[in-house]
């Protein structure tokens, strides 16, 4: 499946609708300046991903990993293909990544540097055995 990441100001963040007993989707509105004219560009977040779009509101800016996802609908024997967005992540723009995989919520700190750990056995000493 091919994955797109999409940067902007977010737009609308929609409510969680439960379609079925099975199933729950919420949309998200991003806003991409480029051209002539703003592009607002929806993205459903569906079962366990809508709760990735909390705590972001409208005027946020925000860069989303999303798949794209096609199907094909027949109905009177005409045939119609539809286009989605399905977003799998979402991190303020700007943000670093976290390990947790957590939308960009929380962010780890950096791993410490080798200057910055302290000398094994206590002493400032090279005790490297080669």
Known sequence: MAQVTI????????????????FSKRELVVTEQGGQFPKHIPIEFKQDKTGLLEGYNPGDEVSVTAYVDGREW????????????????????????????????????????VADMPPVGGSDEDDLPF
């Open 7 to 22: 940067t902007g100001t977010v737009k609308v963040v929609g409510k969680t609708q439960q379609v079925s007993e099975k």
């Open 74 to 113: 027949t109905k009177d024997g005409v045939t119609k293909y539809f286009l989605s967005l399905s977003g799998n992540r979402i991190e303020r723009a700007g943000a670093v990544p976290s390990a947790a995989g957590n939308g960009g919520a929380r962010q780890s700190a950096p791993p410490p540097a």
